[in-house]
């Protein structure tokens, strides 16, 4: 099946280890010629070093580079400084958050909203930077309504976003009708799924908890079925999310933004189901 757009998602590595295994699981993964990879950010502090790190690395090996970056917790001077440093680096490309922030952090930041964030990078850098922004076919978790969703994620779109990338699902006519809703209110821009790849049962019931993702009650208890048997729940978790990106392309979908966890495998096995269909 064609594929049009393609990008991966990583995370900064803690250890030395961790970064050599996520080397290793990259250079699997360019086999696919992604669009660009990115890196996710935490907000306080402790992995924004890491993502500059992970960003530079994944340049210097000749890939188009994606840090993300969130303004909650952060200064405008902060964030300012990180995007002239990406500009310096030749980094054309930044997925724009809100971001969470780690419990007893409160709340603070000088920009409230993704889409303050958006405007005071075109702002600052006016056009240097293509950005990326999330969107939530389930409707982000503290949203009022989906409605309400709707309007700010329009709204978002509106004050200079290029692109949006989804949180990870596994209903596609969820999907569908978000982009529906999203082109009936005038944006003609790429949503791309994000894609959760399944190796890991316990933490993805636990990730979708928290992030408001759904798992349909069919999935879970069938993951909950193969217990601690993890090569069965990898090959029966890309079969099932390849079926649910064969569904998005036939629906329109642009490409996918594959959630990877900094590991090829799962993430291949499903490229490859698609390849063969
Ligand atoms: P926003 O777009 O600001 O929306 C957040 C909430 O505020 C929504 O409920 C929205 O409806 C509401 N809202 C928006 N505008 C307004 C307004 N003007 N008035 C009132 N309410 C409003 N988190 C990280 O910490 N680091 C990462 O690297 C990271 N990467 C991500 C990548 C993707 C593709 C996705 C989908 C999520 C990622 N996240 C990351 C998680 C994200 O930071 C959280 O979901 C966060 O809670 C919301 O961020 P946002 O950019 O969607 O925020």
Redesign the pocket.
Known sequence: MRIDHLSF?F?PPKTAEGAARLRAARSRLYAHAPEFC??????GGSTQQG?LDTVLEIAAEGMRAAP?L?C?GGSRGSLRELLLRYRAQGIRRI??????LPSGYGLGGEL??????VRFIRDETADWFHI?????PE??????SPA??L???V??MRSGADSA???YFFNPDGYLRFVDEVRAAGIDAPVVP?IMPITNASQLLRFSEV?GAEVPRWLRLRLQGFGDDRASIVAFGCDVVAALCRRLLDGGAPGF?FYTLNQAEASLGVLERLAAA
Request: hydrophobic content about 40%; proline content about 2%.
């Open positions: 998602e995370f990115s890196v996710t950010f935490g907000a993502t993300h969130s909650i997925v724009a958050l809100r971001g969470d409230a909203h993704a889409s303050d964030l990326e922004v999330a969107a939530y409707m982000h978790p503290q949203a009022a309400e969703d309007r700010h994620f709204a978002k990338i989804t949180q994000g992030c933004h």
